[in-house]
């Protein structure tokens, strides 16, 4: 059958055929430490699993608003404005079923054929598909080692064209885990602003957040910058639910009731019973977040202090999230790709089959040079999957 080329121009995730020999190796019983995962090793805590099974029973199990219900809309509204002084009403509040399909659809809504959006590398692996689902055109700029892999002002300044309509913002970062700082984003705003861009700031791990840093964004910096600004957020992070499928995305209505548009033509609203859960986990204690970022800040020291303790491999250290993203090239003149393998795939093979440990190329986040690794696995899985590394990388001889 002759697919549509809407999908023909999407390759396949490369790390498809590793995860698969990841599971065969597992599956044959093999220890294998699993560095690749993209979701804390939390359970979703007590009172939010316990509002949800109030509202099956309560009946709350039919068809809701399709952006939303308005307690939670509420409940987003507060948090937006109680913990970064950022107010919306609920016409500019879309919920959807989890935040990549939120993002998918202010894509849809706001880009238009050709229109060029930046994103800087190493980005989430979604972003250039989902805006080529939206005919709109990844530019993707590189950023610097050196700079924590952080897009400066004038890197931004020298991609730009009259075409260029948008900015990615990832911060917190996966797959760097780098936080951007006021003084970074302001002068990106400059250009922002000059250039009339929209910007998508994706927030999703703003609370996973380490050093007592404080979390900010281009929204927060002016009434100008909110108003060309989307700020996509969620609870599959913060709140270890990755399964209920809960996103959000903020900003001016116009786009914001388009997008509810479209979702009411494909999903409908998200789920009942996790928008009442998410209620919950919005409005209850927060402690248990507190909690796992103390456990994710330990991980990520005792990661970080690993990691540069192995001769060749260099990383800036994260300030949020749960990864950490390596760079391995001083080891690449030892490997043998296959034709069409990149060098940080043939590592992670090689890591997977010398060390069997699990992680995800870099070339997959479009920095080669790198391998991002999860932290959101136990202590003792940290010290002996890094251990494995150091060991198979001594065998590869440096
Ligand atoms: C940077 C980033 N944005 C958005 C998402 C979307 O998460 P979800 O769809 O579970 O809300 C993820 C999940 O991995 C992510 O890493």
Same mark, same amino acid.
């Given at each position: 059958?002759e697919?549509a080329?809407r999908? &023909?121009? #999407?390759?396949p995730s490369?790390? @498809?055929?590793l995860?698969? +020999?990841?599971?065969?190796?597992?599956? =044959?019983g093999?220890?294998v430490?699993n560095?690749g995962?993209?979701?804390?090793d939390?359970?979703t805590?007590k009172?939010?699993?316990?509002?949800?099974?109030?509202?099956?029973?309560? *009946?709350?199990?039919?068809? !809701?608003p399709? *952006?939303?219900?308005l307690?939670?809309k509420?409940? #987003?509204?507060?948090?937006?404005?109680?913990r970064?002084? @950022?107010?919306?009403?609920p016409?500019e509040?879309?919920?959807?079923? *989890?935040? +990549?399909?939120a993002l998918?659809n202010?894509f849809?809504v706001?880009?238009?054929?050709?229109?060029?959006?930046?994103?800087?590398?190493?980005?989430?692996v979604?972003?250039p $598909?989902m805006?080529m689902?939206?005919?709109?055109? $990844?530019?993707?700029?590189?950023t610097?080692e050196?700079n924590?892999f952080?897009?400066t002002?004038?890197?931004?300044?020298?991609?730009?064209t009259?075409k !260029?309509?948008g900015?990615?913002?990832?911060?917190?970062s996966?797959?760097?885990?780098?936080v951007?700082?006021?003084a970074?984003?302001?002068?990106?705003a400059?250009v922002?602003?000059?250039?009339?861009?929209?910007?998508? %700031?994706?927030?999703?791990y703003?609370?996973?957040?380490?050093?007592?840093a404080?979390?900010?964004?281009?929204?927060?910096?002016?009434p100008?910058?909110?108003a060309? !600004?989307?700020?996509l957020n969620?609870?599959?992070?913060t709140?270890?639910m990755t399964?209920w &499928?809960?996103g959000?995305?903020a900003?001016?209505?116009?786009a914001?009731q388009?997008a /509810?548009n479209?979702?009411?033509q %494909?999903?409908?609203?998200?789920?009942s #019973?996790?928008?009442?859960a998410?209620?919950?986990?919005?409005?209850?204690p927060?402690?248990t977040?507190?909690a796992?970022?103390?456990?994710?800040?330990?991980?990520?020291?005792?990661?970080y202090?690993r990691?540069?303790?192995i001769p060749g491999?260099?990383t $800036?250290?994260? *300030?949020?999230a749960f990864?950490?993203?390596?760079?391995?090239s001083?080891?690449?003149?030892r490997?043998?790709?296959?034709?069409g =393998?990149?060098?940080s795939?043939a590592?992670?093979?090689?890591l997977?089959?010398?060390?069997r440990?699990?992680?995800?190329?870099g070339?997959?986040?479009?920095?080669?040079?790198?391998i991002?690794? %999860?932290y959101? !696995?136990?202590?003792e899985r /940290?010290a002996?999957g890094?251990?494995r590394?150091?060991?198979?990388?001594r065998?590869?001889g440096?």
């Amino acid at each position: 059958m002759e697919l549509a080329r809407r999908i &023909r121009q #999407i390759p396949p995730s490369a790390t @498809l055929a590793l995860n698969a +020999k990841a599971n065969q190796l597992k599956a =044959q019983g093999v220890d294998v430490v699993n560095f690749g995962v993209g979701e804390p090793d939390f359970d979703t805590p007590k009172n939010i699993r316990k509002a949800a099974i109030k509202a099956i029973e309560d *009946g709350f199990t039919r068809y !809701t608003p399709v *952006g939303g219900i308005l307690e939670l809309k509420e409940a #987003i509204i507060k948090t937006f404005h109680d913990r970064y002084h @950022l107010s919306y009403s609920p016409a500019e509040i879309m919920v959807s079923c *989890g935040g +990549k399909h939120a993002l998918y659809n202010l894509f849809q809504v706001i880009f238009d054929q050709g229109d060029e959006v930046v994103v800087p590398a190493p980005f989430w692996v979604s972003y250039p $598909p989902m805006l080529m689902l939206a005919e709109a055109k $990844p530019v993707i700029i590189p950023t610097r080692e050196e700079n924590g892999f952080k897009l400066t002002a004038e890197e931004l300044k020298a991609q730009l064209t009259p075409k !260029t309509k948008g900015l990615i913002l990832n911060s917190p970062s996966n797959p760097t885990g780098m936080v951007y700082t006021q003084a970074e984003l302001e002068a990106l705003a400059e250009v922002v602003l000059a250039h009339n861009l929209l910007v998508i %700031s994706d927030d999703i791990y703003d609370r996973i957040l380490f050093d007592g840093a404080s979390f900010v964004n281009l929204a927060m910096l002016s009434p100008e910058l909110k108003a060309r !600004t989307f700020v996509l957020n969620g609870l599959s992070k913060t709140y270890a639910m990755t399964g209920w &499928r809960i996103g959000y995305a903020a900003g001016p209505s116009e786009a914001i009731q388009a997008a /509810i548009n479209l979702q009411s033509q %494909s999903t409908s609203n998200p789920t009942s #019973i996790s928008q009442k859960a998410g209620v919950e986990a919005l409005t209850g204690p927060q402690d248990t977040v507190a909690a796992m970022v103390k456990e994710f800040a330990w991980r990520r020291d005792d990661i970080y202090n690993r990691i540069r303790a192995i001769p060749g491999l260099t990383t $800036p250290k994260p *300030g949020g999230a749960f990864y950490i993203f390596p760079n391995f090239s001083a080891y690449y003149d030892r490997l043998n790709p296959r034709p069409g =393998q990149s060098h940080s795939q043939a590592l992670a093979e090689y890591l997977l089959e010398e060390a069997r440990v699990a992680a995800v190329p870099g070339a997959e986040f479009g920095e080669d040079r790198c391998i991002r690794l %999860s932290y959101a !696995t136990s202590r003792e899985r /940290i010290a002996t999957g890094v251990e494995r590394i150091a060991a198979a990388l001594r065998n590869l001889g440096k």
